[in-house]
């Protein structure tokens, strides 16, 4: 079944240095792949997707993330780390089921952004 | 364009009384889905609509849960009676496609918060 692994429960990052959340997927075929930003009381937003069309993936803010089906990973990234981006994210797979598609969530990163 | 609405944001209960939760969906949006996250996890999908049809609600514990979704729009999802387990941040979440493919991006709302006491 198709499921997703965050490495990291927390991450700290100094304000500017890179940041990297790990994210590993289980697929018994080409996935679809996101990355979801959840701000404190505010909804998820999303950062990035993975479609097949390409494996670097650029989103909003800055982040991106590749996909490395070797390594079965989809790692988030961001050369420079702002105070804006101390949020939790999530990475999500999308699983088949009856005929159509679900999300499954990891268990999130929540990144803290040191000044 | 206006996001997904959610009400109310936050709601505290005692338990084994009822609650209910409302959301509007973007405009347009077809397919609705409720989830349920609970504190340090991901969100767990309970119940999915495309239009005022339920099509996967697999996850939602009806003894106590119910939602509906009339004229294929607003939703509203229920407790009764909640529970001290109950306690989460309930996610409404929206999108474009019926039947949806592997690449449909979710639009989520703020959420509400229920305390259960």
Not at chain 1, 37 to 66: C, D, M, R, W
Not at chain 1, 96 to 111: A, D, E, M, N, V
Not at chain 2, 78 to 89: F, R, Y
């Amino acid at each position: 079944a198709q499921s997703v692994t965050q490495l990291d429960s927390h991450v700290s990052v100094s304000e500017g240095t890179p940041v990297l959340l790990r994210c590993n997927y289980s697929s018994s075929y080409s996935p679809s792949l996101f990355w979801y930003v959840q701000h404190p009381n505010k909804g998820l937003q999303l950062l990035l997707k993975y479609t097949s069309a390409a494996t670097l993936v650029k989103g909003i803010n800055g982040f991106e993330a590749e996909f490395k089906k070797s390594e079965t990973s989809f790692h988030l990234t961001k050369p420079s780390a702002h105070m804006s981006d101390a949020a939790e994210y999530f990475c999500v797979v999308s699983r088949p089921t009856s005929g159509t598609y679900k999300y499954i969530f990891g268990t999130g990163t929540r990144l803290k952004v040191l000044a | 364009e206006a996001g997904v609405v959610q009400s109310p944001r936050y709601k505290i209960i005692e338990k084994k009384q009822p609650v209910a939760f409302w959301c509007n969906p973007i405009s347009g949006h077809n397919t609705l889905y409720w989830y349920r996250q609970n504190l340090g996890q991901g969100p767990e999908l309970l119940i999915r609509y495309e239009n005022e049809e339920a099509v996967d609600d697999s996850q939602l514990p009806k003894d106590r849960f119910s939602a509906e979704r009339l004229k294929g729009v607003d939703s509203t999802l229920k407790i009764q009676p909640a529970e001290l387990g109950d306690s989460a941040v309930y996610l409404c979440a929206s999108s474009l496609s019926l039947a949806g493919g592997s690449t449909d991006t979710q639009y989520f709302g703020p959420g509400t918060r229920l305390t259960v006491l």
